[in-house]
Each structure stands twice: as C-alpha cells, then as structure tokens.
C-alpha cells in the first residue's frame, strides 16, 4: 500500500497542475519575461514537466525544435523529446505513442497549420494527444499554425483589405482538439477580423477567437477562458446572430451578417464558453501564471 | 394663388427627393454604373438638382472639383457650382451662402479630413449646410474624408495592424451633421477595425460605423440607414457595452470591451438607429436609388 500511494504521489507530480489547452498567437516572447512559455512549462509541471515539443508545422523543423528546447531547458525542463515528425507515415509508428506515455506537456509550434494538419491528423499519436489534453492528462499549446489547428473547422489561409467575402478566408479541418471553435492568429497585427467574419458567417454554429500575437486564450475545465499576454482575444459569438446571407451569394460577393456579439479582452480577462459572458479583471502586470 | 401655386410647385421640384445625408466610403465608381453617385444625383433632385461641389479637403481641389464636374453634368446636371474654399476667411463670405440658396444638393470629396474642417467648420456656411441637410432641405453627400468629418467625433488619423489601443486613433472634432456617429471609411480595405474599435472605447456613447470602399449609408429620415454599394457597412453598437478599460489604462495599453453588438451590413440591409436592429434585405443587383 505504501509503495502504491507513493507512485501515486509520483504521478500526480508528473501530471499537468490545472486542465490546461494555451491557444497562442504566435509570436510569444521567447527572450525577456518569457510569461505565456513559462506558464505552459508551469501548468506542465514545472521543473516536474516532462516536454514534448512538435515542429512539424516547420519546415525547419531541426532548428524549430532547438530553439523551444532551449528555451524550455533554460527554465529548467529535463529530457525535452522533439517529435520530429516530416512523413505521415511516422506518426503512425507506435514508438511515438510511447514515448508520449510520461510526457506532461506537448507544445505545437508554428508553421504551416497544413503541413501540420496533413502529418498528424488522425494519427494513432495526434488523437492520444487530443483525448490526454481534453482529459487533462496533459498540458497542451500550440503556437501561431499550432494554434490554428485547434478547432475542428480550420483556416488554412486567406487575405486582408476586402469586405468580408466567401472568397477572403480557406476553411479546412482541423485537429478539433476544441471543435466548437474557429481560431484565428496573429489576429490584429495582422488585420484578420475580415477573415474572421467570413469564417463565421459560413459556420454559425461555430464561436471566432482571434488572438494577437505574443497573446494567449487558456481554456481552464471544459467552459473557461483566460487572457495573458500583450495583445488582445477577440470573440465573435454567433449564439445570438439572426441573419447572413452566406448561404445565398457567390464567392466574393459581400457578406451580410446581423447580430453578432463581440467582445474584446486583455490581460487578466475571462470568458465562460457556457454562459458567453465576458469576465473583466484588469491586471497591471503580466505574470507567468501557476 | 394659381401663380403662387405654380411657384410652390416650382420650389418643391427644386429641393431634394428625400431626406438623405450619404456618407460613402471611399473610392466611389465614377467610370462604369456610377451607382452611388447617381443616386446623389438622383436625390438631389436629377435633371432638377442644383448641385454644389467642396472640393476643399483635397490638396489638389481644382481638379478635384472638375472631375466630380464631369461626372455629374454627364448625368445633366446644369449650373453646378464648385466651393473651392482653400483659406478659412473665404467661407465666412456671405457670398458663398448666397451661393448656398438655391442648391439642392452639396457634395464633400475626400482628401485630408483635417484640413476639410480646419477651412470650413463653424463657418457660417458650414452651419448653413447642415442645417440645411438636416431639416432635409438638401442631399448631402461626403466621401473618404468628406465621410469621415460626418461625425461629431472624427478619425482624423490612426494605424492599423496591432491590438486595440488608444494610441492606435487620433480623434479630433468633426463637422457634427450625424453627432451620434463615429465614421470610419475605406473600412475594411484599409483594416480599420480596430482603430474603430479603439475610437468607440473611449466615446461608448457613440456608434461606430465603417464604411467600404464604393458603398454608401444612407441615412433616411431621423433613424433609417440603408446601404448600397459594393461592399459592407459595419455598424458597432455599444449599446449593452458593459465594461471597457479605457479610462484606466495607458495610450499603448491593450484595450478590453465587453459585449459589443456587431452588424455587417450589404447592399440592400437596413439599420434602424432607434430600435438598433438591422433588417436584411438582399438585393441581388446594386442600381442607382431613385
């Protein structure tokens, strides 16, 4: 009975401290206070953690890895695993299935959501990785294209400076690690709110999440978002939308879309998927958070 | 009496249609269907309009005014005048309200809205014609930065291309013909989104309303907005706006708004201003309004 308490003990060391997905921007600070990586290297474990990171979306993804490695050693993470998976048919080889047995942590990088999306989705290794996230088991982050894989519809790519249209945003499947979502990056650096709404007005059923970069949603339990980082998270909430037009016009007509709700949310906000109410709670400072 | 009569009768065909004010986004066509500006034209009374041109935002107002010149005699405009007002002392000439008397339609182009109200606001020609455009005596029509200065709130300037903040807009005082309104043109085009979002944060009281390039908000009577035009019109509404940081924080300072309703608007949808709702009305093909 002791020795069982005490593995016990050991593994709940090794499990994440909160459920945890970090949806980030892309673009995070890897240089100074490092705030959104050291929360993911924190609810991972901390110096407990055990890391895996995934560069595949890269098409470096050698340097890629080496370079979130170095970081996560620097904060003290020890045997840091590089999933580096280039052909599909790796992800299909069981040894990676074992090797992400002890892991506390995995962290998507950026990329191409594509290339990342055409390796691993529906992988023996990508659907352990979605169910231990879900359940908590691990603490998951992806980055920038490690972002954009989070929902179920993805955007693989689109354009700026137009009026919202079909024919602005390309929608793919995703990883649906959080399927009700459609997740969108360097949101405002790089003026996607057109894209955004495209995205939406073809899939009402579906909440925007537009996340600035070195900017981070965490989603905590199974309904509640929290912002950290220096940008902002966008949320278009279609619950209440009453009427578009997507479904009637061509490719690149202009859209038409009533009712949306919006908010805007910074450091220190939160927001409850279930009830779609926006939590303000200022911060002055941004911290790591346990 | 019957000459009286006749003269009434003469007088009505001289003023404008209906009550309309067009705030257009930019970049209106003036080569192929010329849709909007015929609809001016046509409100302004058509073959029957007394047109007036202030070309006075742009720095090249000559031909800024024959080009508009152009376009509207080739409609059959006859005795079309052009305003070109370029030192602030020439628009508190009683010479140019006497000019003013028997317009029935005033069009402001676009250029540097700065400059449009550094020449004309407060002037008592300016007094004049929105008075006049109010009490629907005249159509009036602004472009780019002839839309921008619609509001009592005016974007005289800003970025695009980072997270909502206070820094991101410089707002200045408009002409105030639409008080309630914060105007934003070339709106998606130019990514404005978020300048416009940083603009409401800080003047909740307001509505945002962006405009497309070649699209045009008609405001009709006290409360109707409707849109023609090649692209959208996004309205901002900030009436259940429950919680903004902005008085808090710092001009760089990511800003946080809580529950925004959000409407994107095409060719044919309608806005009430009152009831703050928007009624669908697709129309398939875009034709001059009568």
């Not at 705030?35 to 110096?47: D, K, P, S």
């Not at 691993?120 to 996230?133: C, G, K, N, V, Y």
Request: net charge negative; glycine share 10%.
């Amino acid at each position: 009975m002791i020795q069982l308490e005490s593995q016990a003990s050991k593994l709940d060391i090794l499990r994440p401290t909160k459920t945890t997905i970090m949806v980030i921007g892309g673009a995070e600070d890897k240089v100074h206070g490092k705030e959104i990586l050291q929360t993911f290297f924190n609810r991972a474990g901390g110096v407990n953690a055990r890391l895996a990171v995934i560069p595949s979306a890269s098409r470096e993804p050698g340097a890629q890895g080496d370079r979130y490695r170095k970081v996560f050693e620097e904060m003290g993470a020890v045997g840091l695993k590089i999933f580096d998976i280039r052909e599909r048919y790796q992800g299909e080889d069981p040894r990676w299935l074992e090797s992400l047995e002890d892991c506390t942590g995995v962290f998507m990088t950026g990329g191409d959501q594509l290339r990342l999306c055409s390796l691993l989705a529906e992988t023996p290794l990508m659907d352990e990785i979605r169910s231990r996230a879900i359940d908590g088991k691990i603490a998951l982050a992806g980055t920038s294209a490690g972002a954009a894989v989070m929902g179920h519809q993805m955007i693989a790519s689109g354009g700026s400076g137009s009026s919202p249209n079909k024919s602005l945003v390309d929608l793919t499947t995703g990883l649906g690690i959080l399927p009700d979502l459609i997740v969108d990056q360097h949101f405002h650096n790089r003026n996607r709110m057109a894209r955004l709404l495209s995205a939406i007005a073809t899939h009402p059923d579906k909440i925007g999440i537009g996340i600035d970069e070195d900017t981070c949603a965490l989603f905590e339990g199974d309904s509640q978002i929290r912002v950290m980082g220096k940008g902002t998270v966008t949320i278009i909430d279609t619950t209440e939308m009453s009427y578009t037009n997507a479904t009637k016009v061509d490719v690149a007509d202009p859209l038409s879309i009533s009712n949306l709700r919006v908010h805007i949310m910074c450091h220190g906000d939160g927001y409850d998927l279930h009830s779609h109410t926006m939590k303000p709670g200022l911060s002055e400072t941004i911290m790591p958070l346990d």
